[in-house]
C-alpha cells in the first residue's frame, strides 16, 4: 500500500540510533524500536493516519495487520492509534482480529492500547459479544486474553457492568501472573473513582494478590488520607 511505504520512509529515515537501547530496555528487551518517541513519531504519521482512515474497511484491516506483522515496535503502536481513531467503522466480524492483535508481539504496552479503547468500545456497540467471548478468554491460558477481560470496561465509569467486573475479578485473582494481577487492581481502582464504596466492599470480602489489592485501594486510600 502507497500509505504505509510512504510511512515506512519516514519512520526509517528519521530512526533514532541512540534512543533504540533505552526503549528496548524499558520493554525488557522483547522488541526492536527505530527510536522514535512518540511526540515525533505522531507527527511523522499524521498524514498517513488520514489517508489511511479514508480506505475500505478491507484494506484497512489488511493495513493494521501489514503494521503489527512490521518487526520494529513503533508499527504497532501506530497500529494502534489508528485502531482507535476508526473503532467507530469497526464491524462485527473483527473480533478475530482483536484476538489475533491481543495474543501476537503480546506485552502489555500493546494490549493496554487496543483493549480499553478499540475493543472496550466495539463490545459496548456490539454488547451480545461479551457473553461470547468473554468467558472463553476467561479459561484461556492466555495471559493477555484475560488481562482484555478484565481491562475491556476500563473506561466505561458509571456504564461498568459492575456484577461482570467483580466476577471476572473474582475467577482471575487466584493466580500468579504479575500482568493478570496488575489488571484487576488496576480495574478496581478505576472503578473505585465511580463507585469507591462497592469496590471497597468487593475487596474487603474478597482475598486479592497483594499486588491486585494494593493497586485497587489506591484513589480510595489516597481521598481517605487527604
Avoid at 513519531?41 to 498517513?48: D, H, N, P, V, Y
Avoid at 470496561?153 to 471476572?168: G, H, P, R, V
Wanted: positive net charge; proline residues 4%.
Amino acid at each position: 500500500m502507497e500509505c504505509f511505504e510512504r510511512l515506512k520512509l519516514e519512520f526509517e529515515k528519521n530512526a533514532n540510533p541512540e534512543n533504540v537501547k533505552p526503549m528496548a530496555a524499558y520493554m525488557k528487551h522483547h522488541f526492536d524500536f527505530l527510536g522514535l518517541k512518540s511526540p515525533i513519531r505522531r507527527e511523522l504519521q499524521k498524514s498517513f493516519m488520514k489517508e489511511a482512515s479514508k480506505l475500505s474497511w478491507d484494506d484497512f484491516a489488511a493495513l493494521i495487520q501489514l503494521l503489527w506483522n512490521q518487526p520494529f515496535r513503533e508499527y504497532q503502536y501506530a497500529a494502534a492509534e489508528l485502531l482507535d481513531k476508526n473503532k467507530k467503522k469497526i464491524p462485527l466480524d473483527y473480533i478475530a482480529d482483536f484476538v489475533w492483535l491481543i495474543t501476537t508481539k503480546s506485552w502489555w504496552d500493546s494490549v493496554d492500547s487496543i483493549v480499553p479503547r478499540s475493543l472496550g468500545f466495539y463490545f459496548q456497540k456490539f454488547p451480545k459479544q461479551i457473553d461470547v467471548y468473554i468467558p472463553k478468554w476467561i479459561e484461556s491460558e492466555n495471559i493477555w486474553l484475560q488481562r482484555a477481560a478484565i481491562l475491556f470496561q476500563l473506561k466505561y465509569k458509571e456504564k461498568t457492568n459492575e456484577a461482570l467486573l467483580f466476577d471476572i475479578v473474582k475467577k482471575l485473582k487466584n493466580g500468579n501472573e504479575f500482568f493478570v494481577n496488575k489488571a484487576i487492581g488496576w480495574a478496581l481502582r478505576e472503578y473505585s473513582k465511580t463507585n469507591p464504596k462497592e469496590v471497597a466492599i468487593f475487596v474487603a470480602a474478597n482475598k486479592l494478590s497483594n499486588l491486585s489489592h494494593r493497586e485497587a485501594l489506591k484513589v480510595i486510600n489516597l481521598k481517605s488520607n487527604l
